[in-house]
């Protein structure tokens, strides 16, 4: 089946240092990738997601570019701030229809120090 | 904007009995609502996918015997854990979406706790 597998556990760095979260999945389709963030006890907020006609999409400092090639969605920053400290979920969905369902990675917990 | 509100928040029930959780959107017609669980140390797996006049589908491993859901129009959607057990603590995810090419609206999550 489909399946998302991201950079696992707790990543620590130091702010202004850049920032890289990984990203692989599995899929028998051209699939849709996501980044949704989640700050404590909040909900997951989109934060980017793959476009259709390759272009790389970007949001609040974050980008993260599909590679077909190799399967990989990773996101990136250039300068990490402490309020980028979150939960980072990666995510793929097959199709963008009403009966779409996204697929989860396991989370990746950045945390930002100064 | 969009929002989709779950309450409650939190909830502790007793082993065996059940737990009824709500999911609102605001500012969409939710055509289609995603129950997702995470438990402890796992991530976001998906309990069913349910649209409006449509059936509604559930994953493997989980059945509507067990978590039973009512989708009654574009701005509601509720579950229940039938005789809850252990291992369904966890938080319970309502996602929520208009349809056609929109992305998913999340709540902040019902956290269930199982004495």
């Known amino acids: 089946g489909d399946s998302v597998t991201q950079t696992e556990g707790l990543v620590t760095l130091t702010e202004g240092l850049p920032v890289m979260l990984n990203c692989t999945y599995q899929?028998?389709?051209?699939?849709?990738l996501f980044w949704y963030v989640q700050h404590l006890n909040e909900a997951p907020k989109l934060l980017l997601k793959?476009?259709?006609?390759?272009k790389r999409p970007e949001h609040q400092g974050f980008h993260a570019t599909l590679h077909k090639s190799s399967s990989s969605f990773h996101l990136q920053k250039s300068s990490a701030q402490l309020s980028d400290s979150a939960l980072y979920y990666c995510?793929?969905?097959?199709?963008?229809?009403?009966?779409?369902?996204?697929?989860f990675g396991q989370g990746t917990s950045l945390s930002v120090v100064p | 904007g969009a929002l989709v509100y779950q309450y409650p928040r939190r909830t502790i029930c007793k082993s065996g009995t059940s737990m009824r959780m709500e999911c609102q959107a605001v500012?969409?017609?939710?055509?289609?609502v995603a129950w997702y669980r995470q438990s402890p140390q796992k991530t976001f797996e998906l309990i069913a996918l349910?649209?409006?006049?449509?059936?509604?589908?559930?994953e493997q491993n989980f059945t509507q015997e067990k978590f039973p859901i009512s989708h009654p129009n574009l701005s509601f959607s509720s579950m229940t854990v039938l005789n809850a057990y252990l291992e369904d603590r966890g938080l319970y995810l309502c996602?929520?979406?208009?349809?056609?090419?929109?992305?998913?609206?999340f709540g902040s999550g019902t956290r269930l706790l199982v004495i």
């Open positions: 995510a793929l969905s097959l199709a963008s229809s009403s009966f779409s369902k996204l697929v």
């Open positions: 899929s028998t389709y051209s699939p849709f």
């Open positions: 793959s476009f259709t006609d390759n």
């Open positions: 500012g969409f017609q939710a055509t289609s």
């Open positions: 349910s649209t409006v006049n449509s059936a509604i589908k559930y």
């Open positions: 996602g929520a979406r208009p349809g056609g090419n929109s992305d998913y609206t």
